[in-house]
């Protein structure tokens, strides 16, 4: 099943869910402010994507600058920071089947489906 990792208050992460609700096919919406990622789900997209975990941060989240920038973190920090601070994870990721994106721009995420 596709999954879309969403935040409804972001217009490219709306942008990305109405891609997906004209494409007719079956998808999960996980709204990960809510329903955050786990430690072993977050290293799991990370696979699919296949980037480091410092390529999905929000670097520009005032959380980020406060609490993390400017420290040598590992990707395990990284992933603890995330889940610690789900806004720091960039959105929307589209997940279908072994593959995901990130959908930015959000017309891309017609090439995973």
């Known amino acids: 099943?596709?999954?879309i990792y969403h935040n409804p208050r972001c217009r490219k992460s709306r942008e990305g869910l109405a891609i997906?609700?004209?494409s007719g096919k079956e998808f999960k919406v996980v709204e990960y402010l809510k329903?955050?990622?786990?430690?072993?789900?977050l290293k799991d997209i990370l696979t699919k994507l296949g980037i480091t975990a410092e390529q999905l941060l929000r670097k520009n989240e005032s959380v980020w600058k406060e609490r993390y920038k400017g420290q040598n973190l590992s990707e395990d920090k990284i992933i603890e920071a995330m889940i610690e601070n789900p806004k720091l994870i960039e959105r929307p990721i589209v997940i279908n089947g072994d593959k995901a994106m990130i959908g930015r721009p959000p017309s891309a995420i017609g090439g995973i489906l």
């Open 20 to 22: 997906l609700e004209k």
């Open 35 to 41: 329903d955050i990622p786990t430690k072993n789900e």
């Open 1 to 3: 099943m596709i999954r």
